[in-house]
Nanobody, 123 residues
Framework: VQLQASGGGLVQAGGSLRLSCAAS????????MSWFRQAPGKAREFVAA????????DSADSVKGRFTISRDSAMNTVYLQMNSLKPEDTAVYYC?????????????????WGQGTLVTVSS
């Protein structure tokens, strides 16, 4: 499975961005996909997750009510709509795919990773 993330950029606080993650290859094997982020000098952290069926999603408390994860019907593209952005949301955002049911909030669970897309929120 190959993942290609896009949509990052520079935005002012309070603004919005939508990230996309295009999946290709053996996508039928993917159980769920997630977004993680890593700010400079910090560990990679979970942002949001969606199951292949689309019937279940979850997000970190720090982004609840502001970020929404979604996917197209074929699970070939996963999106992260980010609203009301804050300077502390500045990070490289990564999409990731996992093959089974496990701790979806742990980055070690994920087999496939995209290359990351930089989001910078100015104050």
């Amino acid at each position: 499975v190959q993942l290609q993330a896009s949509g990052g950029g520079l935005v002012q606080a309070g603004g919005s961005l939508r990230l996309s993650c295009a999946a290709s290859g053996r996508t039928f094997s993917v159980y769920g996909m997630s977004w993680f982020r890593q700010a400079p000098g910090k560990a990679r952290e979970f942002v949001a997750a969606i199951r292949r069926s689309g019937s279940w999603i979850d997000s970190a408390d720090s982004v609840k009510g502001r970020f929404t994860i979604s996917r197209d019907s074929a699970m070939n593209t996963v999106y992260l709509q980010m609203n009301s952005l804050k300077p502390e949301d500045t990070a490289v955002y990564y999409c990731a795919a996992r093959l089974g049911v496990s701790d979806y909030r742990s980055s070690s669970t994920y087999t496939y990773w995209g290359q990351g897309t930089l989001v910078t929120v100015s104050s």
